[in-house]
């Protein structure tokens, strides 16, 4: 019968009996003597590896391990497993106890042929009451199972907890054990083929080819319940757990994904075990910025989808929201966001006297965007003969800040008649022309808005003593007023010339000098 089936082998009787088994059966114990060093293992050291040989307590703290060498021969005086320690023993080893072995809850003694590994403890000295046992193998309550495999005598007690799991064969010359019908979990027997070999055998119901619980087929190649808690491999399965076929699945997700917050990078990503995954493209999300609405994630980055529209209407004020307040903001102030001008033109002239002549005052600037040079759209453009509008503003710096001094517009009110523009286009380029006799309220006679096959924008316009421009059309214009009785404009550094389209867009000029800037004419060109 030895290694057929677990027994349970004692001197004295218990409250059910065991099979009866002749003295003469009894393993022999040896003449053996302890000592030499205590051993503990704990943070320091473990896992440790344990040479054969006599040593004194060993102690393995909770949740650390020790390993016996295969083939070798330990004496201890006595050897105490704590909560979660693990011991790897061999079928090979043989261990003298001349007091006693104790275990704590969910302790392990595991290991290749672990149950034929053949334990003897004389029982010099037992453990603490009240079991006062050579073998005390404590216990906690189902959830709190320990593992214990091999074949263990002693001529003193033998203490089995319920609820472990028990392998091997024990004698004892006193078991103190449950009755049989309260061990929930059947004592296995030792044999050649053994669980967790890989081959499912008679009375296995699985075999995962390990002794290890924790997966779904327990140490002893059962199925454990449905529910249990299992480890699939895979970091993106958040719960994972045994279902009824023995199969560890996972479910749910242990990263954050797409949870309308400012990371857009927070999805499970497999391969580096991480939450870092760019979250799916069109997933909410919040930039941050006040002054956009309807995030989105694109490539693990977070965009703000409809800015909000700050526009006052008045083309010649800069715009824009504060990001942090949400806050419009509107001031009469060049737009630093405009596109520069390649070359430009612009003179104004104040009535003078020239040869004794009176000269009425007059107005002219063009200038051109250089080829390729932040090229202009038509849609940013736009077409005056449909309602689009443009002003021409005007910004004098005086101690570095610039104010509005001088705007011309051309709206619907005042030019007066949309119908004046005039649209034409070619295979190379795109014009509207504008031609007021009369001059708008403002005294501007002509205009001229074109873009060439190369996309490259040419803006010019003319008020007051123009060609074009005839005695009604020049008492309308105004000139702007002159900076000091020296000058027109202070320039203090530059003055900015500014185009705006109510498309959005705009064009400016800066000049930071000029080559006349009197009290009656100023001249500055940019190339």
């Not at 290890?212 to 958040?238: E, H, I, N």
């Not at 030019?415 to 403002?442: C, F, H, M, N």
């Amino acid at each position: 019968m030895l290694g057929a089936e677990v027994r349970l082998r004692q001197g004295a009787a218990l409250g059910y009996r065991p099979p009866a088994v002749a003295a003469k059966d009894y393993p022999r114990v040896p003449d053996f003597n302890c000592g030499g060093d205590d051993v503990t293992v704990d943070a320091n050291n473990s896992p440790y590896v344990l040479p054969p040989g006599s040593y004194g307590v060993v102690t393995v703290t909770s949740g650390r391990r020790l390993d016996l060498l295969p083939e070798g021969a330990y004496v201890f005086c006595s050897l105490r497993l704590r909560a979660d320690a693990v011991l790897g023993v061999h079928g090979s080893n043989r261990i003298y106890v001349s007091g006693y072995v104790s275990t704590g809850v969910r302790a392990s003694i595991v290991g290749e042929g672990a149950c034929s590994a053949l334990w003897i403890a004389r029982g010099d000295r037992l453990s603490p009451a009240p079991q006062s046992a050579a073998f005390d193998f404590g216990g906690g309550g189902p959830q709190n199972r320990s593992l214990i495999q091999g074949r263990f005598f002693t001529p003193a007690k033998i203490a089995m907890a319920q609820h472990n799991d028990y392998v091997g064969d024990f004698w004892a010359g006193e078991l103190s054990a449950p009755a049989a019908d309260r061990i929930t979990r059947t004592l296995s027997a030792c044999r050649a083929s053994y669980c967790g070999d890989g081959t499912l055998d008679p009375g296995e119901s699985c075999d995962d080819g390990n002794n290890l619980d924790g997966d779904c087929c327990s140490a002893f190649c059962t199925v454990r319940d449905p529910g249990s808690a299992c480890d699939d491999g895979l970091f993106c399965t958040g719960r994972d757990y045994c279902d009824s076929s023995g199969q560890c699945r996972g479910s749910g997700d242990p990263c954050p994904g797409p949870d309308g917050d400012g990371d857009c990078s927070e999805s499970c990503n497999e391969a580096s075990d991480s939450c870092t995954m760019a979250d799916a493209s069109g997933s909410p999300c919040d930039d941050g910025d006040m002054c956009t609405a309807g995030g989105s994630c694109h490539a693990g980055l977070c965009r703000g989808e409809e800015p909000l529209d700050c526009s006052d209407g008045d083309l010649c004020t800069y715009d824009y929201c504060d990001p942090g307040s949400g806050r419009c903001n509107n001031y009469y102030a060049p737009d630093p966001h405009c596109r520069f001008a390649g070359s430009s033109f612009t003179r104004l002239a104040i009535g003078f006297a020239d040869q004794g002549r009176a000269k009425a005052s007059s107005f002219m600037s063009r200038r051109r965007l250089a080829k390729g040079l932040e090229a202009t759209s038509y849609g940013e453009l736009g077409d005056p003969t449909q309602g689009d509008e443009y002003a021409l503003c005007v910004y004098d710096s005086f101690r570095q800040d610039p104010e509005l001094v001088y705007r011309l517009d051309l709206s619907a009110q005042s030019i007066g008649d949309l119908s004046a523009w005039r649209r034409r286009e070619t295979r190379s380029k795109l014009v509207y022309r504008l031609k007021l006799p009369e001059g708008s309220s403002q005294g501007v006679s002509k205009a001229k808005l074109a873009l060439d096959k190369d996309y490259a924008l040419s803006l010019s316009i003319k008020a007051g003593a123009n060609p074009g421009c005839g005695p009604a059309c020049r008492a309308k214009f105004k000139a702007p007023l002159p900076s000091s009785s020296e000058r027109i404009f202070a320039m203090d550094p530059s003055v900015v010339f500014q185009w705006t389209a109510s498309t959005g867009a705009c064009w400016s000029s800066e000049y930071l000098s000029a080559k006349a800037n009197d009290d009656s004419e100023s001249r500055a060109s940019t190339r």
